[in-house]
């Protein structure tokens, strides 16, 4: 049980750190990019849409070789430990977060923007206010970035080593997705079919509460002064 519970925690705290940073990355962004007119945006775009179904065992390598002692971070010796691990799922999740949040900024209505102007906001004011208007849709980027990050295997198990440590038999850098196939070859069966029933319960639970958000996005909505003034926090009398 013990044996478990570790893996399962440690899925949890490098998918969700992962996911927290790649949240606080994407959104900045995402809302730039929405916000702006410039030549080449479209192929930004497409860039960004195509990170999402990047291989993962690429990204895994790059970081294995930026992490190394001959590399440009091996100084920080993070090689083989959650925290490279952490910097592995958030290049993979970035990209799902950043293009789904950015559908999810471009699909408000300019006017929302020209009335939150016209209230006498600023750009981080009406930044702040598209944001809330979008905020089922950056939610759902949110859920699909955090599935991309529990469910990886080939990145962590190069960057981590999928350490336990032996006395206890707790994990330091074994996955839910890396203990599974550990646990598949040493004929485990018993352990693997838990470590998948966790796994799958957490994925199935994120794309569940995913979908309920999707149907819940309000569809595109005319901006009203008075909604545009409670967006900014109070209109007029601000």
Do not use: C, W
């Not at 990355?25 to 990019?33: E, N, R």
């Not at 598209?130 to 950056?138: K, T």
């Not at 079919?193 to 569809?219: C, D, E, M, Y």
């Amino acid at each position: 049980m013990q044996y478990l519970v570790s893996i399962t925690l440690v899925s949890l705290y490098v998918s969700t750190a992962a996911v927290v940073i790649s949240t606080a990355l994407s959104l900045p962004v995402a809302v730039t990019v929405a916000f702006s007119d410039f030549r080449g945006k479209s192929v930004l775009t497409s860039i960004i849409s195509t990170g999402m179904g990047f291989p993962s065992v690429v990204i895994g390598l790059v970081v294995l070789l930026a992490l190394s002692n001959s590399g440009p971070l091996g100084d920080f010796e993070l090689l083989f430990t959650p925290q490279a691990m952490i910097l592995s799922q958030t290049i993979l999740a970035t990209p799902v977060v950043l293009s789904v949040s950015l559908s999810a900024v471009e699909s408000v209505g300019d006017d929302l923007r020209e009335a939150a102007y016209g209230a006498g906001g600023t750009t981080i004011d009406v930044g702040l206010a598209v944001l809330r208007e979008a905020r089922y849709g950056i939610v759902t980027a949110i859920l699909a970035g955090y599935g991309r990050a529990i469910s990886e295997v080939g990145s962590v198990l190069i960057v981590g080593g999928n350490i336990v440590f032996p006395a206890d038999q707790t994990s330091y850098t074994r996955t839910l997705t890396t203990a599974i196939t550990v646990e598949a070859r040493k004929g485990n069966v018993e352990t693997g079919l838990a470590l998948g029933a966790i796994l799958l319960a957490l994925v199935l639970g994120v794309n569940a509460l995913g979908s309920h958000l999707r149907s819940r996005t309000p569809g595109r909505r005319t901006a009203k002064s008075g909604t545009v003034g409670t967006s900014l926090g109070g209109g007029e009398n601000r």
